[in-house]
């Protein structure tokens, strides 16, 4: 599947932005999806993720209440609705797909395909 992540931008502390990852290729219900980042000098980190179905919702603390992951299985989209960002938020955020009948985890080696990368700049 190939992955399309969009929505980045630069953005003051407290406000928001909505990331987007368009999937294309294979069937989108095949997949669990998930949000991760990667900072300057910073290992990449699991932020969110969606079970295939759209019924589970999981996230890293360091986000829970202020991010909101949703999918769209019409679409083929899973998006990331990001409020009340601090500078620490700042990174290239990447989605990707972990195949269904894998254990669904936030490790990113344990997902198959990774989008490119969308940069989110968050100034104070």
């Known amino acids: 599947v190939q992955l399309q992540a969009s929505g980045g931008g630069l953005v003051q502390a407290g406000g928001s932005l909505r990331l987007s990852c368009a999937a294309s290729?294979?069937?989108?219900?095949?997949?669990?999806m998930g949000w991760f980042r990667q900072a300057p000098g910073k290992e990449r980190e699991f932020v969110a993720r969606?079970?295939?179905?759209?019924?589970?919702?999981y996230y890293a603390d360091s986000v829970k209440g202020r991010f909101t992951i949703s999918r769209d299985n019409a679409k083929n989209t899973v998006d990331l609705q990001m409020n009340s960002l601090k500078p620490e938020d700042t990174a290239v955020y990447y989605c990707?797909?972990?195949?269904?009948?894998?254990?669904?985890?936030?490790?990113?080696?344990?997902?198959?395909?990774w989008g490119q990368g969308t940069l989110v700049t968050v100034s104070s």
């Open positions: 990707a797909a972990q195949f269904k009948l894998r254990v669904f985890t936030a490790t990113p080696d344990e997902y198959n395909y």
């Open positions: 969606i079970l295939w179905s759209g019924e589970s919702t």
């Open positions: 290729g294979r069937t989108f219900t095949l997949y669990h």
